[in-house]
């Protein structure tokens, strides 16, 4: 079945940088676009970024566009989120996920704090 785990959460202090994994299997990830989304306590899941099948072409949300890049290792089935000036306000569980598949993982906590 498909199965989406992320990892590469924590603590950071604003300003800094993290690099969140997501890995997949189940499914010919070479196939399908991948995103991520974040939800923050009381707030509804939001949108961050998708990239598709190749890798050739990515789209942000205008709150992390500049900060945030997206990739992926078709070979490593593995999709990931390079996030740089980290700010408080990223504070958040982040999610990957395969739309066209529906599938979710567990998320991993990214924490913004000084």
């Known amino acids: 079945q498909v199965q989406l785990v992320e990892s590469g959460g924590g603590l950071v202090q604003p300003g800094g940088s993290l690099r969140l994994s997501c890995a997949a299997s189940g499914f010919t990830f070479s196939r399908y676009p991948m995103a991520w989304y974040r939800q923050a306590p009381g707030k509804e899941r939001e949108f961050v970024a998708t990239?598709?099948?190749?890798?050739?072409?990515?789209n942000y949300a205008d709150s992390v566009k500049g900060r945030f890049t997206i990739s992926r290792d078709n070979a490593k089935n593995t999709v990931y989120l390079q996030m740089n000036s980290l700010k408080p306000e990223d504070t958040a569980r982040y999610y990957c996920t395969c739309p066209p598949q529906g599938s979710w993982g567990q998320g991993t906590q990214v924490t913004v704090s000084s």
């Open positions: 990239v598709t099948s190749a890798g050739s072409f990515t």
